[in-house]
């Protein structure tokens, strides 16, 4: 059984970057086909996939978050990290890591099909 876990502060100044790591158990980060993402939940508002690392560690990318996205992997720790830059009061979320094994379809964003799911880490953006 593979568990995910978030972990990060939650608390980020507004401009500065969120950095928030995800550590796996239970199976490793370069298992083939499996892709391991990052989704938020906004106050109120629905889930958003933010983007992902795979297996082989191409990433992926929201366009809407690209420019300001960057996910990355310690493969020695069995870890994924995101990183936010120039944060805003709206990127306060509950953010999640998810991982999803996709053996045919290749990277998916429709989250609702992910096999495993952190328990979420709240991030407020706030002076």
């Known amino acids: 059984q593979v568990q995910l876990q978030e972990s990060g502060p939650g608390l980020v100044k507004p401009l500065q970057t969120l950095s928030l790591t995800c550590t796996v158990s239970?199976?490793?980060?370069?298992?083939?086909?499996?892709?391991w993402n990052w989704i938020r939940q906004p106050p109120g508002k629905g889930l958003e996939w933010m983007g992902a690392?795979?297996?082989?560690?191409?990433?992926y990318y929201s366009p809407s978050l690209k420019s300001r996205t960057s996910i990355s992997r310690d493969t020695s720790k069995n870890q994924f990290t995101l990183q936010l830059s120039s944060v805003t009061p709206e990127d306060t979320a509950v953010y999640y890591c998810?991982?999803?094994?996709?053996?045919?379809?290749?990277?998916?964003?429709?989250?609702?099909?992910?096999?495993?799911w952190g328990q979420g880490t709240q991030v407020t953006v706030s002076s």
């Open positions: 998810a991982a999803d094994f996709a053996p045919t379809s290749g990277i998916r964003t429709t989250y609702g099909a992910y096999d495993y």
């Open positions: 239970g199976g490793s980060i370069t298992t083939n086909y499996y892709y």
């Open positions: 690392i795979a297996y082989s560690g191409s990433t």
